[in-house]
């Protein structure tokens, strides 16, 4: 052994027990993933603007709160929603157990959820426009501007999530496209980047999914 070895050793362990920096983890997300991340952020930081401009405004304009009721069928359509994101948390075992099948259900049980979100959101809007006229404008597009962020923001949310439709769509047809044959479920399992393509669908969809949870919270407590 040399004498300088011991040396070499500890210098090569030095920092070895410490937890890695913030930018070294990013250097080791997938670009793919870190641009989903980066979206999320995007798309985050836009809604916090819109709500809070549409707290402003609505606790700016003078109307008591509790005034008016929203729609029941938007408590209906989180329901949905909350269901479809659990349904899809159920895709990584399912992934992870080789189980194919398994995974078509799940994932068209998900996007039926979702086309079902969609529909109910609109019944909601209607329902709005509905009332608005039986109040003289007082939720309609023309009447109070906080009544209009209620449209603005549900339709801009419903938009963000069918974008995370097209790409489930999409991966449920390759999903279920494998299924039906034992060599392709096999280079489906073992390929890296379906599993990334559904961790970046999980990623996407459960933010979507709380994102509307909070938006939601706030039409409820000060519509």
Not at 5 to 30: H, L
Not at 57 to 63: A, E, I, P, S
Not at 129 to 134: F, K, N, P
Request: proline letters at 4%.
């Amino acid at each position: 052994m040399s004498p300088d070895q011991p040396d070499k050793q500890r210098f090569n362990t030095i920092g070895a027990g410490q937890p890695a920096s913030g930018f070294a983890r990013m250097e080791r997300v997938p670009p793919l993933l870190l641009m989903v991340y980066l979206s999320v952020g995007a798309v985050g930081i836009l809604f916090v603007v819109l709500l809070g401009a549409y707290l402003y405004t609505r606790l700016r304009n003078g109307v008591p709160l509790g005034l008016y009721t929203l729609p029941q069928v938007f408590s209906l359509s989180t329901i949905v929603l909350l269901i479809s994101s659990y349904t899809l948390s159920q895709a990584n075992r399912l992934y992870r157990s080789d189980d194919l099948p398994g995974l078509v259900r799940c994932l068209s049980a998900t996007l039926l959820l979702g086309l079902l979100f969609s529909g109910l959101q609109v019944v909601g809007w209607k329902q709005l426009l509905l009332d608005g006229s039986l109040l003289s404008g007082a939720v309609t597009l023309t009447g109070k501007a906080s009544a209009t962020y209620i449209y603005l923001l549900s339709a801009l949310h419903v938009v963000h999530l069918l974008g995370g439709v097209l790409f489930l769509m999409a991966l449920l047809w390759r999903t279920h496209h494998a299924s039906r044959d034992g060599i392709r479920s096999l280079f489906f399992i073992r390929n890296p980047y379906r599993r990334m393509q559904l961790r970046m669908l999980s990623v996407y969809w459960h933010f979507i999914d709380g994102l509307w949870v909070v938006m939601f919270a706030l039409f409820l407590f000060f519509y």
